[in-house]
């Protein structure tokens, strides 16, 4: 049961990679505003740059990691025919 749930934590798509990078930039965006609010001048545009360039880089990432683990499927997928045939030769 608790394997069925954490199975929902993981992000299989380039589509909910999106939607992630989405909800991430909309914090960001909102966390970054106070900052604008609370630290005025060159310091909170600052801070707020630094809240957006977090998205991006997380962002990279996610996306990074869903090619990768895409290839990786696709090598044991490839891979799996072989090793059967090597097991049938045995």
Do not use: H
Request: with cysteine; net charge positive.
């Amino acid at each position: 049961m608790l394997g069925k749930v954490g199975r929902l934590f993981v992000i299989k798509s380039n589509w909910e990679a999106y939607m992630v990078i989405y909800a991430l930039a909309l914090g960001a965006i909102e966390r970054g505003s106070v900052y604008l609010t609370r630290f005025p001048g060159f310091g909170g545009k600052l801070l707020f740059l630094a809240c957006t360039g977090a998205v991006f880089m997380a962002g990279a990432k996610i996306l990074d990691c869903i090619k990768y683990e895409k290839a990786a499927l696709l090598a044991k997928a490839e891979a799996a025919p072989e090793q059967e045939a090597e097991r049938k030769a045995a």
